[in-house]
């Protein structure tokens, strides 16, 4: 398996097609050995109904149903445990993330680099309030820790199975995945974009 996709879920019913669509687009540009992994975090809409009627459709679409809401870090460790790829994508399921850019981040991870981390060069669609506890959270954040964590990044990124594999054994039981990938060390780099506005629905952290 070339590549695993992570696509934590929570309420996503009108963004699932589109983002099938455009994942499956770009991923099969670069290979056809691939799965997408949907992890359908509690939501209370139809998302678990798209998604259980595209893995019948399409032998890449797999996916693991939580019991109830366990939040975004807890969906998208477990996506990790179960991908198979060499290379694994984690990617938010409104599209802020574009999938367009995997194409750029896995060659550049077959350049040589463990991790490709995408880079905000713009943040459309968050309020004031939202950059502005971010960035005091961030600026909290590198004074308390000896670690560099990247500011204006999300978790999309592409991370290789040397990766997956030592988180797999972190100990952490409030993950903070960015964080921990940083922690690891090995050749990490990254690419910019311009981040977009949800494409339907609301975020899943209100105030
Ligand atoms: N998400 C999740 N569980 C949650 C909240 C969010 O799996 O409890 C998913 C959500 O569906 C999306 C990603 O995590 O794919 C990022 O969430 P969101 O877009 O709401 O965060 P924001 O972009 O507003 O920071
Ligand atoms: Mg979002």
Known sequence: MDISVIIPVYNEEDNIQLLFDRLTKVISSITNSYELIFVNDGSKDRSLTLVDELSQRHNQVKYIDFSRNFGHQIAVTAGLDYSIGKAVVIID????????LIIDMYSKL??????????????????????????????????????DIPVDTGDF???????????????????????????????????EYERQERNAGETGYPF
Not at 117 to 139: D, L, M, N, Q
């Open 157 to 191: 990124r592409i991370i290789s199975r040397n990766i997956v594999d030592l988180l797999k054994q972190m100990p952490e039981q409030n993950k903070y995945l960015r964080g921990q990938i940083s922690w690891l060390g090995f050749n990490q780099t990254y690419l």
């Open 93 to 100: 399921a409104d599209l802020q993330d574009p999938p367009e």
């Open 110 to 147: 077959n350049e040589g680099y463990d991790v490709v981390y995408a880079k905000r060069k713009s943040r459309k669609g968050e309020s004031i309030f939202k950059r502005t506890t971010a960035k005091v959270f961030y600026r909290i954040l590198s004074k308390i820790t000896s670690v």
